[in-house]
């Protein structure tokens, strides 16, 4: 009854039948979804190179991915989560929590900043234990559970610092956040974020737990007979995505030298999207890490080219959500018609013999 | 379920709320099922202690503002309802009632006669023309509707912002008439509330006692059987998301009238409140149960905590985290019934075998 797959659309349930041979089709046609958005990451990078003045300089790809690091570092343990028929919408919200946590331990408790910066990580996956517990341990949908926590934590960051900013962390600290690699102009974050990343693909697409991750967003109940503890893989998922946004909070309230309890707003559903984009079914079961990074990717390049254009910031949410529209609509889109033209095809045959 | 008999609220007006005395545990559940009912109790347990704390709470202006802060809420989330209900939700509101009441304020400037009706029904039309975009993209991409829907929040709310390109529309550019519409009350109770109202009853009726609107609950309950038992499932999905599309046209255009000044940021981050109200008003977050009466409550319970924790001199900052740790509680509570009522139903079956 309480099955975890968000939202089994209706409509899909319509012709479930020639699904299997539709994906092959497609994944044939369009090389797979990793490869197109790599392609189109390319492609969207030399094109802004070419004809976007300041788009190639080394100051603009420092600012582009130091501005893509939070995103880039909340798209892992989303991608994790997601691939499990599971959705974490609070991310936000805890990395906003973390960031006005570190500010009024910094502000009154006198410990050094090391500690502090510990201390955060450790809460935020307190936090994500918090949701792992009502999601596994209760029994309920993540959906609901995190739009919940999603208001509790952005409210308790409000408690923690009212609308009072903090803002005098040590500038070496500071600046240690938006350092670059010596002799060039990539950030120093970057490092990291890499680092994390390998780690969160060898554990997807290389260990057990990963092949339980894909296994139980297609079938709980089957991954379950398999052996897999979902549960358990489940709740740890929620942890360690509470633990990475302790990071993301520590790395925002460095980078922008404050920490405030509207840090972070709204980002949750930048994540989802490049998570989306980057080819992982909504459904579970299904996409890989190296297309989200390339998801992530394309929508900072795509947002910082236009941005330099001169396009208006906000209006630039067109792109974002075009984009995740397209992504989804498109393969559906493409596997209907050449669906309907081998069936054509075929009836040709039928009534020629 | 929630739709369960109310008979036994008769007796229950001096119980006090979720209290599981052994003796009574039948009738206090009986009582939780009926979620209307729990709601109507804890909004009066709310106001009551207010009120004791300060009997202004329950003066004519007071009242009279708590109508007017939760009629656009209340509407958006009667709309919310028919989407969740058939197992679908849809995050684009927020930025539909931007759109729309933007959209409203370019009209009063463009043309300044424009008679106020004529006003109201261009911006239902807008939304429904919004609403058909959602559930047109829906039917062809066969994906969830969070997903298409999470795109089409950026992608309205990117439209308003580069429509707006930064301009602001003031009060003094609506006429009169259209303004006096937002403040306007009728013996003493305000227009936008009765507006509200008007919805609630219609959607509420139409869920309970239409053929199609039941079928609607056969939907979310389980898609697949509702196609074999030959509901138009794609059709009724389709039209549900053209009528949340319309009723968020028209909160935008009454959000015009109420505050007249208009940006294109009105309304963002609307979505989760919209879809917090109709959880704690007992919609099932994975469709086939709720009603609009419930998520109209839900609506009011949240506006009425916002003005009382001011009014309890609580830190207005705790808002949005009693609003989260209420989401949690509902659904919760929700589970607990569902569990408690599934395993009854088997121990009955168990001795009728």
Not at chain 2, 75 to 86: E, P, S, W
Request: charged share 10%.
């Amino acid at each position: 009854m309480a099955h975890d797959s968000l939202y089994a659309a209706p409509p899909s349930l319509a012709d479930t039948e020639p699904e299997a041979g539709r994906l092959a089709g497609l994944r044939g046609a369009l090389g797979s979804w990793d490869a197109a958005i790599v392609a189109a990451l390319v492609v969207a990078v030399l094109l802004a190179g070419l004809s976007v003045p300041n788009f190639a300089t080394g100051r603009n790809a420092q600012f582009l991915l130091l501005d893509l690091v939070p995103l880039a570092l909340l798209a892992l343990p989303m991608t994790l989560i997601v691939i499990t028929g599971e959705i974490d919408l609070s991310v936000a919200s805890m990395v906003g929590l973390c960031s006005t946590l570190m500010g009024q331990l910094w502000l009154s408790s006198g410990l050094s900043l090391e500690l502090i910066c510990v201390l955060v990580v450790l809460l935020g996956a307190a936090l994500g234990a918090v949701n792992g517990l009502f999601v596994t341990g209760f029994g309920l949908p993540s959906l609901a559970v995190t739009i919940g926590t999603l208001a509790l934590y952005r409210g308790l960051s409000f408690v923690v610092l009212g609308d009072q900013a903090v803002a005098d962390f040590p500038a070496s600290w500071t600046a240690a956040a938006v350092q670059t690699l010596p002799g060039t102009s990539i950030p120093a974050a970057v490092v990291p974020v890499l680092l994390l990343a390998v780690v969160f693909g060898i554990v997807l697409h290389a260990t057990p737990v990963g092949r339980a991750l894909y296994a139980m967003g297609n079938n709980d109940e089957a991954a379950t007979f398999a052996g897999v503890s979902v549960p358990r893989t489940k709740f740890w998922l929620f942890v360690v995505s509470g633990a990475v946004c302790g990071l993301v909070g520590v790395f925002w309230t460095l980078r922008y030298a404050s920490a405030r309890g509207d840090n972070a707003t709204g980002l949750e559903l930048t994540v989802v999207t490049a998570v989306l984009l980057g080819g992982v079914s909504i459904f579970g079961g299904r996409g890989g890490l190296l297309g989200v990074v390339a998801g992530v990717l394309l929508l900072g390049v795509l947002r910082n080219a236009l941005q330099l254009a001169d396009v208006d910031a906000n209006a630039l949410t067109i792109v974002t959500g075009t984009l995740l529209i397209v992504s989804v609509v498109l393969p559906n889109a493409v596997a209907d018609v050449r669906a309907r033209l081998h069936r054509r095809r075929q009836r040709a045959r039928l009534t020629a013999s | 379920m929630s739709l369960t008999d109310t008979g036994a609220s008769v007796q229950a007006a001096d119980n006090p709320p979720p209290g599981p005395g052994r003796a009574r545990r039948g009738l206090t559940e009986r009582l939780l099922a009926v979620r209307e009912l729990s709601l109507l109790i804890a909004l009066a347990a709310l106001i009551l202690v207010t009120t004791l704390r300060n009997d202004r709470f329950l003066s004519g202006q007071s009242i009279k503002d708590l109508l007017l802060g939760c009629a656009i809420l209340v509407i958006l989330a009667v709309g919310q309802t028919l989407v969740i209900v058939t197992r679908n939700v849809d995050l684009s509101v927020g930025s539909i009632l931007g759109l729309v009441a933007f959209a409203t304020g370019e009209l009063f400037l463009a043309a300044p006669g424009t008679p106020w009706p004529l006003a109201l029904l261009l911006g239902v039309a807008l939304g429904a023309v919004c609403g058909v975009v959602n559930g047109g993209l829906i039917a062809v991409a066969k994906v969830p509707a969070l997903v298409i829907t999470l795109g089409t929040l950026y992608a309205f709310r990117g439209v308003d912002y580069y429509w707006a390109a930064g301009r602001q529309i003031n009060a003094a550019d609506m006429p009169r008439s259209f303004l006096r519409l937002g403040n306007q009350t009728v013996l003493g109770v305000p227009v936008l509330f009765l507006v509200a109202l008007i919805v609630v009853a219609a959607v509420g009726f139409y869920l309970r006692s239409y053929r199609s609107g039941r079928e609607l609950y056969a939907i979310g309950s389980e898609p697949a059987a509702a196609r074999l038992s030959g509901i138009p499932v794609g059709r009724r999905v389709f039209a549900v998301f053209v009528a949340n599309g319309a009723l968020a046209g028209l909160a935008g255009v009454l959000y015009a009238a109420r505050f007249g000044t208009l940006d294109a940021a009105a309304g963002t981050g609307l979505e989760l409140q919209v879809v917090a109200a109709a959880v704690v008003g007992g919609v099932a977050i994975f469709g086939g149960s709720g009603s609009a009466y419930g998520a109209a409550l839900g609506a009011v319970l949240l506006t009425t905590i916002g003005s009382s924790l001011a009014v309890l001199r609580i830190d207005p900052f705790w808002q949005q985290a009693v609003v989260g740790a209420l989401i949690l509680a509902a659904i919760g509570l929700d589970r607990l019934l569902a569990l408690r009522m599934a395993a009854r139903l088997r121990g009955r079956s168990a001795h009728g075998a």
